[in-house]
T-cell receptor, first 111, second 115 residues
């Protein structure tokens, strides 16, 4: 069955450092992959989309890579700030109108 | 621009009771979704509606029914609530005719507890 995995352990980093989150998937070849941010008590909010033919995508301090051979995406936040503390979800388009989501990785940025 | 609005925000039910979760979007999106989110698990798709007038089962449809009332509204009904349905429920909408290259827009969820 299709499976998508994110590091279940929380990531703790110091302000100003780069945070790197990992998303691995199996048994699927998605046309694109998305990253969302979720704050406590709120719904997920879309951040970035990267297509299968793109190696890297950037938006301000955010960078996403997509390696279809390794079946892995990396999500980077450079110059991290305490306001970046949240849970980050990886999502794969699985065809038609469906998307599957990972369980998310919690990020804590300490001042 | 409200986006996706869900009501109620919180609800406590007793086992066997029924209720309907409401969702409305004001972005003129064609597709709408219902997910549940449980600790340590990703969002799991319950039902979706690709367009007005159509609904389809997702990964975990048992115990739920849906109605796509019009283009704006998509409701989720629990006919006989069970403790296993205690969860946070999210509604989302998606623009465009196909799902490629389109993000989903989420509401802020309904926190449902079943005793």
């Amino acid at each position: 069955s299709q499976k998508i995995e994110q590091n279940s352990e929380a990531l703790n980093i110091q302000e100003g450092k780069t945070a790197t989150l990992t998303c691995n998937y199996t048994n699927y070849s998605p046309a694109y992959l998305q990253w969302y941010r979720q704050d406590p008590g709120r719904g997920p909010v879309f951040l970035l989309l990267i297509r299968e033919n793109e190696k890297e995508k950037r938006k301000e301090r955010l960078k996403v890579t997509f390696d279809t051979t390794l079946k892995q995406s990396l999500f980077h936040i450079t110059a991290s700030q305490p306001a970046d503390s949240a849970t980050y979800l990886c999502a794969l388009h699985t065809g038609g109108f469906k998307t599957i989501f990972g369980a998310g990785t919690r990020l804590f940025v300490k001042a | 621009n409200a986006g996706v609005t869900q009501t109620p925000k919180f609800q406590v039910l007793k086992t066997g009771q029924s209720m309907t979760l409401q969702c409305a979007q004001d972005m003129n999106h064609n597709s709408m979704y219902w997910y549940r989110q449980d600790p340590g698990m990703g969002l799991r798709l319950i039902y979706y509606s690709a367009s007005e007038g159509t609904t389809d089962k997702g990964e975990v449809p048992n115990g739920y029914n849906v109605s796509r009332l019009n283009k704006r509204e998509f409701s989720l009904r629990l006919e006989s609530a069970a403790p296993s349905q205690t969860s946070v429920y999210f509604c989302a909408s998606l623009g465009g005719q196909g799902s490629r290259d389109q993000p989903q827009h989420f509401g802020d969820g309904t926190r449902l507890s079943i005793l």
